[in-house]
């Protein structure tokens, strides 16, 4: 059609003239419109492909899996099946962030709606909701689920049962979803889908003569999946002609629309122009603009009852987006849904320009993330060290890391990251709580020893699958880390899993890097919040010539003081110039107690240079000289550290 149109434009206007084939000419012009008509008639024929599809014909899943099983690889193929995407068009279509392509992960959680012809002869209204694997982006998880009525459970043919696949199962689980086995990866050399099979009955016990065996990468069997889901998967409970009750599952800033919601219209239907209202905020607002991702924003008249899809509200500040709240139509009250559990940020840093940064540049790079990560706390600090900064609260040590790299990749910012701590709670004597999340406001010794009634440290229960021949090198290190044995299960072929109660300090100190490296690579980790418990910490500060270096001060448990004010201390001193006084370098545990100590020598001027060698009265009175002048500058000198010497040290933790 599109060809004829444009061989009837050209017989109409004759020879080319001069202008109409350059860019913007009329030629150019007649070619846009008609695309752009085009794509406007496609729009309208989905639109009412999707209205002539009753609830009872919606089916909303997502995927449950460890990362790196195949997601979004799988994701792909299921669009390209529905014709959403031309084959081969894209790669990880629903991981639209540089970073989640760059390290093969999914960090956001996002939806994609597909129309299937079922083999009945009947359209399906299909809502897929793509979910993160790693475990610091559980709440994105919860979010998605929450939104389903069934996921495909899968398993790795090569690796088998991992820890975060039974994280993810049993967060499913417990939500009531309709679990797919399927077994992705069968085309690798080295699959075992026997043992994958039986570890799916055993661990999970569902029945493995449902499960199905695909290869997502080569597409192998991938379409017999839409009809299980068709088939296994309960549609939507909700009343379109119900009151509008819709929940907030996600959302994201744009520069354009302002706060861009994700929403799950549970009942009723919520169209351009209605006006509706948080039930949390009581704010009302017009809606600007409704549609489902396909996979981009695609604007229809309504979304109704069942289906996932964006609304746009003209909101100005993602802070009043609170996920898990209901939106209703103003002026009908409804119940509200019950909303998801918000996660507190389990681990915090504290982040500052680097030197030649601007500070306002950064901030407002920062506050344009968290726009789109609410899961990310933001607090100003300010430290001695290092001026004016932040302090973030994050999910987990890889939660952190990817933020600091869309910091530095997509805005191209550079700044110092301070060692990673997690919350402390201190029990105060008259029965009251707090919980401290910088080194700075833990407690001096002599107010702990009169008014604190107890510190407590937080625990998570990890779960830790890995080889058998390796269970005795995770125990070693689960001790050396001050672990607790829960349980150890042998699973079929092999594996082996171990749970342990461990101190989320020592989990957020490179514990995963480590457990990879006791297992060769082959160990997996997934844990999950399990309270605090009493321990006795103290803050560990690291001194230049009697001065506190507030930025790299931390709380530890007190078994690890000696050790860590060692390292500190030789670490410290390889970046510290020389002076032209002595400087001091100490640990210091509780406020008082010195653990270790390091000394630069003094940077010495040869005050004899000039003199005869038989001058020896002369040569004695200058160096007594030299001497004294080198006491009193040590008395009166300020130690200049370069911004250098705290990045090289605080290296490590990145």
């Known amino acids: 059609m599109l060809i004829i149109a444009r061989r009837s434009i050209a017989?109409?206007?004759?020879?080319?003239?001069?202008?109409?084939?350059v860019p913007g000419g009329p030629l150019r012009r007649g070619y846009a419109q008609i695309r752009v008509t085009e794509q406007k008639q496609a729009s309208e024929a989905l639109q009412d492909q999707i209205r002539a599809i009753p609830i009872e014909r919606y089916r909303n899943f997502s995927i449950v899996a460890h990362v790196d099983h195949g997601k979004s690889t799988l994701s792909d193929r299921l669009l390209e099946l529905t014709g959403v995407i031309e084959k081969g068009s894209n790669k990880q279509v629903l991981d639209r962030l540089d970073v989640e392509r760059e390290r093969g992960i999914t960090v956001k959680a996002q939806t994609c709606t597909m129309v299937y012809k079922h083999s009945d002869g009947l359209d399906y209204l299909l809502h897929l909701v793509d979910t993160p694997g790693h475990v610091d982006f559980r709440q994105e998880v919860s979010r998605s689920y929450a939104s389903c009525g069934g996921a495909l459970l899968l398993v790795d043919a090569s690796q088998g049962v991992q820890a975060q696949t039974v994280a993810n199962f049993y967060l499913a689980y417990s939500l009531g979803l309709e679990l797919i086995p399927v077994i992705n990866k069968i085309d690798l050399p080295h699959a075992d889908i026997p043992r994958a099979l039986e570890q799916i009955e055993n661990t999970f016990e569902l029945d493995p003569s449902k499960a199905i065996a695909i290869s997502a990468k080569t597409g192998y069997n991938v379409d017999t999946i839409l009809p299980s889901i068709v088939e296994s998967i309960p549609h939507p409970t909700g009343k379109v002609d119900a009151p509008l009750k819709a929940l907030l599952v996600d959302s994201w800033?744009?520069?354009?629309?302002?706060?861009?919601?994700?929403?799950?219209?549970?009942?009723?239907?919520?169209?351009?122009?209605?006006?509706?209202?948080?039930a949390h905020t009581k704010l009302r607002y017009e809606v600007k603009d409704v549609g489902i991702m396909y996979p981009d924003k695609l604007s229809t008249r309504n979304l109704t009852a069942g289906q996932v899809g964006y609304v746009v509200l003209g909101m100005k500040k993602s802070s009043d987006a609170h996920i898990g709240d209901t939106f209703m139509s103003h002026g009908q009250e409804v119940e509200p849904l019950p909303g998801f559990e918000e996660v507190k940020p389990m681990v915090f840093v504290g982040a500052f320009p680097a030197e030649g940064a601007s500070f306002s540049s950064l901030e407002e790079s920062i506050e344009h993330l968290t726009l789109n990560d609410r899961s990310v706390t933001l607090q100003k600090e300010t430290s001695n060290a290092l001026g004016q900064g932040w302090r973030l609260g994050f999910l987990g040590t890889l939660h952190a890391s990817v933020f600091r790299e869309r910091l530095e990749k997509e805005h191209g910012e550079s700044l110092i990251i301070t060692a990673p701590t997690v919350p402390y709670k201190i029990v105060w004597r008259d029965g009251s709580e707090e919980v401290v999340t910088n080194p700075d406001d833990f407690p001096d010794p002599n107010v702990i020893n009169s008014k604190v009634a107890d510190l407590q440290e937080p625990i998570v229960e990890a779960i830790m699958t890995m080889p058998q021949e390796y269970l005795g090198n995770v125990i070693k290190l689960c001790e050396n880390n001050r672990g607790e044995q829960v349980d150890i299960q042998f699973l079929t072929s092999g594996q082996a899993m171990a749970k342990y109660k461990i101190p989320l300090a020592h989990l957020v100190d490179d514990f995963f890097g480590k457990l990879k490296g006791a297992t060769r690579g082959y160990a997996s980790l997934d844990y999950e919040d399990a309270g605090y418990m009493p321990s006795k910490i103290v803050k560990l500060e690291l001194l230049v010539n009697g001065k506190g270096i507030d930025a790299l001060a931390q709380v530890m448990h007190i078994s690890q003081v000696d050790a860590k004010g060692k390292e500190w201390v030789k670490r410290f001193k390889q970046y510290l110039r020389f002076q032209l006084f002595e400087v001091i370098i100490q640990a210091r545990a509780n406020g008082s107690k010195i653990v270790a100590r390091e000394t630069i020598k003094a940077k010495r001027k040869d005050v004899l240079a000039k003199l005869h060698a038989s001058d020896i009265s002369r040569r004695q009175k200058l160096l007594k000289k030299q001497k004294e002048g080198k006491k009193q500058m040590r008395s009166i000198g300020n130690v200049q550290i370069p911004q250098e010497a705290y990045q090289s040290f605080l290296a490590r933790h990145d």
């Open 11 to 21: 017989r109409f206007l004759g020879p080319p003239k001069i202008g109409l084939g």
């Open 253 to 278: 800033y744009d520069n354009y629309l302002g706060v861009v919601l994700l929403m799950h219209v549970v009942d009723g239907s919520v169209a351009k122009g209605q006006r509706i209202v948080s």
